[in-house]
């Protein structure tokens, strides 16, 4: 890791971001970043050389600088190995009852750009900038020291990567060539694809989402967009019956897997478009006593807003329309451009379209191996609300 860092120079907007508490400095904010070579520990200056902090510069993504510390003690492997290390200290607070969560959620953990993902003895790691993918070679090793893991594997196929310039890969970077891992949460056993499922192999920020709902799941049960099955598997043994909806066939095949892994028999599985679905489920007239709508982002950019509200109205219209009176939905949004705000106002729209009294029962987020950072909003992402129909 360089020691001498070089110096970059940021214009007073830039360094307003700074003290607002962000961590991202975008590159109509530098002024001049001619010493600095891709993937750079730097030092941040203003015009008259005052220090502000430590960044990873980037040559290519509109987000030039990631702020890693304002203090100007080097930021070098020990460094890096005491944030790690912090942000492992926190998962043994907060994670009960789950031996796959997040380790590393970075700018949740002050890493940012760094993503470490624990499925039980097997590490999943992302690094999605060009300074984090120069530090990869060192957060292995530390990875090594301090939990002595099975396998550390590289998740780096998110298309983030090629806004900074960085190939899509997938590989061992240490230990043993893991394809599946099997995991208990809760008592329940998920078989995880490490090298193809979404994200680092599955959801693990829905993980107390799942747990909350089991204080309210009952009778006949709707999960659309399931995926590999987390919530149907985990809220099948208190419901009567269980319809878990999927439009990926290859998704659903690990969902038989841990129905199976956990001896449940009461699930059925729907290869179909959830929308699709819905709208002839409720033609139908099937009615239901619990509904799970967690869809992929619709909004992954702001321009996108308007039709995601127009998406989620449309689900939740449909589900509302079919709970019995004193049913349970549970209802997500992961696009960090409609906020808690705007899904509070479009599922309420929606049931006043469906005629439908409902009370909010519980507003959640993320798990709290997520971090959100206050100052920090697109640390914020995942909008969970659970409500009854009255």
């Known amino acids: 890791m360089r020691v001498n860092s070089p110096a970059v120079t940021v214009t007073s907007r830039g360094i307003d971001r700074i003290t607002s508490g962000h961590l991202w400095i975008y590159r109509s904010d530098v002024a001049d970043a001619s010493g600095a070579a891709p993937g750079d520990i730097v030092r941040l200056v203003d015009r008259k050389k005052r220090f502000w902090g430590q960044a990873l510069y980037s040559d290519k993504s509109q987000i030039a600088l990631r702020l890693l510390t304002r203090e100007s003690r080097p930021f070098d492997r020990a460094f890096l190995a005491e944030r790690i290390q912090a942000a492992a200290a926190f998962r ?19 890493l940012p750009s760094l993503i470490v993902d624990r499925y039980a003895e097997c590490f999943v790691l992302q690094t999605l900038s060009q300074g984090m993918e120069r530090l990869k070679p060192a957060v292995v090793e530390i990875l090594k020291e301090h939990f002595a893991p ?37 008592g329940i056993k ?66 038989r897997r841990n129905q199976e892994l956990n001896g449940i028999s009461n699930i059925e599985w729907r290869e ?19 509904v799970i709508l967690d869809p992929p982002a619709f909004a992954r950019q702001k ?8 998406g989620y109205k449309e689900l939740n219209l449909r589900a509302l329309k079919m709970l019995n009176p004193g049913g349970y939905l549970l209802t997500c949004s992961c696009s960090f451009h409609v906020s808690e705000a705007d899904l509070l106002e479009t599922v309420a729209s929606a049931a006043l379209d469906a005629r439908r009294m409902v009370a909010v029962v519980e507003r959640r987020t993320q798990s709290r191996d997520h971090p959100i950072l206050l100052t920090v909003p697109e640390t914020h992402y995942l909008k969970c609300l659970i409500l009854r129909v009255l």
Do not use: H, M, W
């Open 272 to 290: 179909a478009n959830c929308f699709d679905f819905l709208k002839a489920a409720d033609q139908e007239g099937q009615r239901f006593d619990t």
């Open 303 to 310: 321009s996108s807003r308007e039709s995601a509200l127009r």
């Open 190 to 255: 998920f078989c995880y694809d490490l090298k193809g499922g979404q994200k680092t192999g599955g959801f693990l920020d829905q993980r107390e989402n799942r747990s909350a709902a089991k204080n309210y799941a009952r009778g006949r049960l709707l999960d659309c967009f399931a995926y590999t099955g987390a919530f149907a598997v985990s809220l099948a043994k208190q419901c009567e019956s269980v319809l878990a909806v999927e439009v990926s066939g290859d998704a659903l095949k690990l969902a």
């Open 92 to 110: 043994e607070r907060v994670v009960e009852g789950a031996r796959a969560y997040r380790l590393v959620a970075a700018e949740g953990d002050l």
């Open 150 to 186: 099975r396998s550390v594997l590289e998740r780096n196929d998110a298309a983030v990567r090629a806004l900074e310039g960085l190939p899509e890969q997938v590989g061992v970077l240490a230990g043993e060539d893991v394809n599946e891992v099997i995991v208990e949460e809760a």
